[in-house]
């Protein structure tokens, strides 16, 4: 109706040949515009601090080692040994990127605190590497007899040694700053995050994304400037 009425309003003050040349004329301005228009719906531009201040953010970042956390992996599993084992062997993915120039460095929980399986091959490497063709001659070397060499064996080769846990390391308060790599269980998985610093190009990251395996990529800037994204098309499809 509005239209109509439009149309009407410029009969009445012009002819009709004068209106269509009129219309056309609108219509070809209006495409041309349409064609130099171009859009950005990267969040970050709606952050605009002074060059200074960032420069000590940076700056501030690399001091404390710090990280922005804008990318991520999100690593699910059905247990916590078998969570920590799917980050250990997730790990030399991201190693090789950080050779190729495509990451700084990450930080994952299974760093610190190895999975119960990982943990008892470096007993065995232990074992096969350190203690059966040195440790007799070291002790003997220390002045210890061969009883005492022989607590050393036994002691080590205890039916139940003791592992390092998530639970038992975040009771220690020098391991608290670990926390927040470690979401912990949600209603029947366990779930961890891997932190990426220094991220140059995301689409190696997203050549990771595993979705079937429960691990995912994250990128918070890009699934904001989506929805920035999707919103503005609809508008403009709403405005037409």
């Known amino acids: 109706n509005s239209a109509q009425n439009i149309w009407r309003f410029i009969c009445k003050i012009t002819s009709v040949k004068r209106a269509l040349y009129l219309t056309v004329f609108v219509l070809a301005i209006s ?22 201040l960032m420069d000590n953010e940076i700056l501030s970042h690399k001091i404390l080692q710090q990280t922005k ?10 247990s916590e ?45 232990i074992k ?33 040694p003791q592992y390092l846990t998530p639970k038992e390391a975040f009771s220690n308060d020098s391991l608290k700053m670990l926390k927040p790599l470690w979401i912990g269980q ?23 994304n595993q979705e079937k395996s429960g691990i995912y990529f994250m990128d918070k800037v890009e699934d904001i400037s989506n929805i920035f994204k999707e919103y503005r098309t609809i508008s403009f499809i709403l405005l037409v």
């Open 128 to 160: 096969n590497q350190l203690i059966t063709p040195y440790l007799k001659s070291q002790a003997q070397f220390m002045g210890l007899n061969n009883q005492q060499i022989s607590d050393i064996e036994n002691n080590f080769e205890q039916k139940n």
């Open 186 to 208: 949600i209603d029947n998985s366990y779930t961890s995050i891997i932190l990426l610093d220094g991220v140059t190009s995301v689409t190696p990251f997203k050549d990771l």
């Open 69 to 78: 956390a804008v990318q991520f992996f999100l690593i699910e599993a059905k």
């Open 31 to 52: 495409a041309f515009g349409l064609y130099k228009m171009h859009f950005n719906d990267d969040i970050r531009l709606l952050y605009s601090s002074p060059k200074k």
């Open 81 to 125: 040994q078998e969570l920590l084992e799917k980050e250990e062997s997730f790990l030399p993915n991201l190693d090789k990127l950080i050779t190729e120039k495509s990451l700084i460095s990450y930080q994952a929980i299974s760093q610190i605190i190895p999975s119960i399986k990982k943990q008892n091959e470096n007993r065995e490497l």
